[in-house]
């Protein structure tokens, strides 16, 4: 069967067809602060997915972001805090108003906060987040691994 005729043109017809999986997004369905406190919302939403709610404060500024909760999706809502480019944040639990833990300093020098994936607060199931409002990266940890680098703010 040649998938091209006799002047060397493709025979559409005769192409072969075979769908590519694509892999389901990841999606964070709990994140906790230190103290246990789920940082899931539902008074926010991302393509169906409850987000990520935390309170924010740059400069004298105070307000809400919530982050979508899959993987990949750069998007956020705010709530009484405009966004500034390039600016870094303090995140504090909504529940408990504590400033959340502190991970690692980033490569662009912010430093990077720390997410748990479930209520043990173990340090090798967590995401961590740079408070630098565009850089790129936040992280998955799983098992001492880093799963992958992506973006939330």
Do not use: W
């Not at 590519?20 to 169906?48: Q, T």
């Not at 209520?119 to 740079?130: G, P």
């Amino acid at each position: 069967m040649d998938i091209f005729d006799k002047s060397g043109r493709l025979n559409v017809e005769k192409l072969e067809y075979s769908p590519v999986s694509v892999p389901a997004p990841v999606v964070v369905k709990h994140l906790y602060c230190h103290n246990g406190h789920d940082l899931i919302s539902p008074r926010a939403s991302f393509k169906g997915e409850n987000g990520i709610l935390l309170k924010s404060v740059i400069d004298k500024s105070e307000g809400m972001v919530a982050l979508s909760p899959v993987f990949g999706d750069n998007s956020r809502m705010t709530i009484d805090i405009d966004l500034i480019d390039n600016g870094i944040y303090k995140f504090f639990c909504p529940e408990c108003q504590e400033q959340l833990k502190v991970f690692s300093n980033c490569v662009c020098g912010a430093p990077r906060i720390i997410l748990f994936a479930d209520k043990s607060l173990n340090i090798n199931k967590c995401v961590c987040i740079c408070t630098r409002l565009g850089c790129d990266e936040s992280c998955i940890i799983s098992s001492e691994d880093i799963i992958s680098t992506f973006n939330l703010l």
